[in-house]
């Protein structure tokens, strides 16, 4: 392990509806790894909320990772995160559901536009992607400006599974005045720019986001990154995180963000 601060900021229990293993077991893999820290970040999709009954769900996701804070203390910095979904599709569930439990970490995710289903849904042989992905960067920028969150999860995620598992090769050039708007807007606003390490172990292959957008970032001034593996089992926790880092590294990033009580502690990465 080449690096001291090794930790994993995006992982899913078996809280999250496609979660497979208990915090426990997380943090047990986290350590035999030698993290630093661990972030447990169960879903919330806000659209969802009140249909599904998260406020229950992401409560037990809340109390789990409390408890295991306590289990592994002095070998683990465990801390209670939330991966909150589409928030301005519904800002009131968004902000009850902010508003119980006192989080160190807030994941602001986007995995549909207003109206469509997840990008993991959509039928890409008759789907306007181009049209789909200028209202995914118009929403994601509007829920940026809103800001009740930390760190904005895995910024391209279409790509994960228009390129990645359906095979169609999509260019960023259409859409980086706004790809640019988003990251201006996280800079001006002190929040974070995820960089989710998922796509190294599927089908797309690379980190989400990936190179071309992480150095936008830094040439932008931002500085402000956090890791996580995007993990909804134990086998992945940490997977792709050392490569993550080298990446940044290798870009010009010499801290990472791990937030405690939504205060970004930087770490240095070398
Ligand atoms: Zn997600
Ligand atoms: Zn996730």
Redesign the pocket.
């Known amino acids: 392990m080449r690096y001291r601060y090794l930790s994993d900021n995006?992982?899913?229990t078996d809280c999250?509806f496609d979660g497979v293993d208990p915090a426990m077991m997380l943090c047990d893999s986290a350590t035999r790894q030698g993290l630093f820290a661990l972030t447990i970040?169960d879903?919330c999709e806000c659209h969802r909320y009140y249909d599904e009954g998260y406020n229950r769900a992401i409560r037990q996701s809340y109390f789990e990772a409390r408890k295991a804070a306590a289990v592994f203390r002095g070998k683990l910095h465990v801390y209670a995160g939330i991966?909150l979904g589409q928030p301005m599709q519904d800002l009131k569930a968004a902000e009850e559901a902010l508003s119980m439990c006192d989080y160190d970490f807030v994941?602001g995710?986007l995995h549909n536009v207003s109206g469509q289903p997840d990008f993991y849904d959509i039928s890409y042989e008759t789907a306007d992607l181009p049209a789909l992905l200028h209202t995914y960067f118009d929403e994601m920028l509007a829920m940026v400006q809103w800001g009740g969150f930390d760190s904005l999860?895995?910024m391209t995620y279409p790509w994960r599974y228009a390129q990645g598992d359906h095979g169609i090769a999509l260019s960023y050039d259409p859409y980086w005045e706004q790809i640019d708007a988003v990251l201006k807007a996280l800079i001006d606003k002190g929040l974070s720019l995820e960089l989710n390490t998922s796509g190294l172990r599927q089908k797309l292959g690379t980190t989400i986001p990936d190179e071309p957008i992480l150095r936008r970032y830094r040439e932008l001034g931002g500085k402000r990154v956090t890791i996580?593996s995007?993990a909804?089992r134990w086998a992945d926790v940490a997977s792709g995180v050392e490569d993550g880092l080298a990446l940044l590294e290798s870009l010009g990033f010499t801290h990472i963000a791990i937030y405690h009580a939504h205060v970004p502690d930087m770490y240095p990465i070398a």
């Open positions: 995006h992982c899913h999250s970040t879903h991966e994941l995710s999860a895995h996580g995007d909804h």
